[in-house]
Every structure is written in structure tokens, then in C-alpha cells.
């Protein structure tokens, strides 16, 4: 990963980018000017809560297309949510498997990934648009270059430090 790099927005979990579109943009925002990233939103990103609850198999494609397109470098969830689980059943292991890329999220996304890392994948339980790069208007820095260093470098293992101080809500 690098700045240009293509990534791709999901949202696995809920639809929370509906109900909160100034709280998305700012993540948006954040992932293109401080870190350089094209932005591709797949087709359920902006999905209302109801609709995503009632396609399940719509969220699991966008997951297979975005590991499907070799356009894509990363794929970071647009937010946490609940009922990933109903999405593995319709997810192309041997596309995904084929297609290893970066993939990020927290909250709920933790099903998926822990079910690709289960398979053999590398996945981030990290940031994702609207929680970790949309909480705060302006980004500490010290966050901006442990997200890069995460991103952006070979250097693994990697020595995690705690922060002092945490933010809850949106500021």
C-alpha cells in the first residue's frame, strides 16, 4: 500500500454511512488527504440499514468484487455494525484466496476477518471510515503516522504503544 492506492469501501455490517453522511464524508475526506487513497465505494456502501439488512448476499458481493478487481489494493469497512455473519455463506473463498489483499475494519468486521484469517489471510482488526477516521476533525499526528507505518511499510513485527488518551463520540 501506498499513497494512490485504490481502496475499497464496504459496509459489511450496517448502514450507518446512510444515517450519518456527514460523519462518512470526513472519513472519506481524511483516507484521501491525508493518506493519499483513491476511493472506491462499492454499490452497498451507502446502503440504508434496512436494505443491507435484507441483501446480505449484495454486502458479500462487494467483498468478492472489490478481492476480484485488480484495480483494488485495500478494502476498509465503512464502519462496525452487527449479523456480518450472514454474509460468509456468499463469500468466494477461492476469489478471495487468489486476490490476497489488504483488508481492514472493526467492531462486527471482526467475524469476516476472523473467518479469512481462519482461511489464511492476513487481515487488520484497525480503523475504519467512520470509527478511526472520521471520530475527530483533525487527526493527532501521532495517529496518522502509526495508521502509515501500518500501511505503508514492511516493518513487522510491529511494537504497538498505547495512547493516553481516547476519544468516544465524534468531535
Do not use: C
Amino acid at each position: 500500500m501506498k499513497p494512490g492506492s485504490r481502496i475499497a469501501i464496504i459496509s459489511p455490517s450496517n448502514g450507518l454511512p446512510y444515517l450519518f453522511p456527514d460523519n462518512y464524508e470526513l472519513g472519506l475526506k481524511n483516507l484521501k488527504e491525508i493518506f493519499g487513497f483513491e476511493i472506491v465505494e462499492m454499490p452497498t456502501a451507502r446502503m440504508s440499514p434496512d436494505e443491507l439488512f435484507k441483501n446480505p448476499k449484495l454486502r458479500a458481493d462487494d467483498i468478492n468484487q472489490s478481492f476480484a478487481d485488480d484495480s483494488i489494493d485495500g478494502i476498509i469497512t465503512s464502519i462496525g455494525g452487527y449479523e456480518s455473519v450472514r454474509i460468509l455463506r456468499y463469500l468466494d473463498i477461492d476469489t478471495i484466496k487468489k486476490n490476497p489483499k489488504l483488508i481492514m475494519g472493526f467492531s462486527d468486521a471482526a467475524t469476516f476477518l476472523s473467518y479469512l484469517n481462519y482461511l489464511g489471510m492476513i487481515t487488520f482488526y484497525g480503523p475504519s471510515v467512520m470509527a478511526g477516521f472520521a471520530q475527530l476533525k483533525h487527526l493527532p499526528s501521532r495517529y496518522i503516522e502509526h495508521i502509515k507505518r501500518i500501511l505503508f511499510t514492511n516493518h513487522f513485527p510491529y511494537t504497538y504503544t498505547p495512547y493516553t488518551k481516547w476519544t468516544n463520540g465524534y468531535k
